[in-house]
C-alpha cells in the first residue's frame, strides 16, 4: 500500500514535469518520420508564421526617446540637502549643459562641468532609468575621473535626478546629487 501511494506522487510529479515543459503532444515511439520538404509557398508561410516569434524574443524600442535634447542640469553638493526644491539650493549649484542622443535604449551624451570640457556618457536604458558609464577629462589631469552613473526620468519626461559614482558606488546610499530638468 506504501509502494503504491509514491508511485501516484511519482506519477503527478512526472505529469507536471511533463506540462511545464510543454511535451504534451504525441510523438512516435523509437525514430519518427522525417519531416516533409517544405515546398516554397509553405518555406515563405513559415518564415511569415515565424518573424512575430522572433520578434516577441527581441525588447522593442521605446515610443519615444525621452533623453535626447539637451539639458539644465547642475550638481548638488554633498553638504547640502540635495532637495533643489528649497531656497537656493538650484541656483548655488553651478550648470552642468548636458546633451543626450538616444538611439533606441542606447544614449550617449557630452557634458561640461567646471574646468573639464570633455565630460562623456555611454548608457543603456531600463524602463525609466538609465545608466552607464562617464568620463571627465579635465584641464589639470588630476580632476579627471571616471565612474558609473545612474539617473532616473520623472514621469512627465522633462526632468531626471540621480547620481555619478567614482569613490563610492550606488550601495553607499548616498541621496540623489545630480539634478536636470530639459530645455524648451
Known amino acids: ?3 503504491r501511494k509514491y508511485l501516484i506522487i511519482l506519477l503527478a510529479f ?3 514535469a511533463i506540462l511545464i515543459t510543454g511535451c504534451t503532444t504525441t510523438t512516435t515511439i523509437g525514430n519518427p518520420a522525417p519531416a516533409p520538404a517544405a515546398t516554397p509557398a509553405a518555406a515563405s508561410a513559415t518564415a511569415v508564421t515565424a518573424a512575430p516569434i522572433a520578434a516577441a524574443t527581441t525588447p522593442e524600442c521605446p515610443d519615444s526617446l525621452v533623453w535626447n535634447g539637451n ?3 547642475r550638481e548638488v553638493g554633498y553638504a547640502s540637502n540635495h532637495d533643489v526644491r528649497e531656497s537656493g539650493v538650484w541656483t548655488e549649484a553651478g550648470p552642468v549643459p548636458v546633451s543626450f542622443t538616444q538611439k533606441c535604449r542606447d544614449v550617449t551624451g557630452t557634458y ?5 570640457e570633455d565630460g562623456k556618457l555611454t548608457g543603456k536604458v531600463e524602463k525609466n532609468t538609465l545608466s552607464g558609464t562617464y568620463t571627465e577629462n579635465c584641464a589639470a589631469a588630476a580632476g579627471s575621473t571616471q ?3 545612474s539617473l532616473t526620468m ?3 519626461n522633462q526632468s531626471f535626478m540621480g547620481s555619478k559614482y567614482n569613490y563610492y558606488g550606488p550601495d553607499a546610499n548616498f541621496p540623489p546629487s545630480w539634478w536636470g530638468k530639459k530645455i524648451v
Not at 561640461?112 to 573639464?116: I, M, N
Open 112 to 116: 561640461k562641468v567646471g574646468d573639464c
Open 1 to 3: 500500500m506504501e509502494s
Open 14 to 16: 512526472a505529469c507536471i
Open 154 to 156: 520623472a514621469a512627465d
Open 147 to 149: 565612474g558609473t552613473f
Open 71 to 73: 539639458w539644465d542640469s
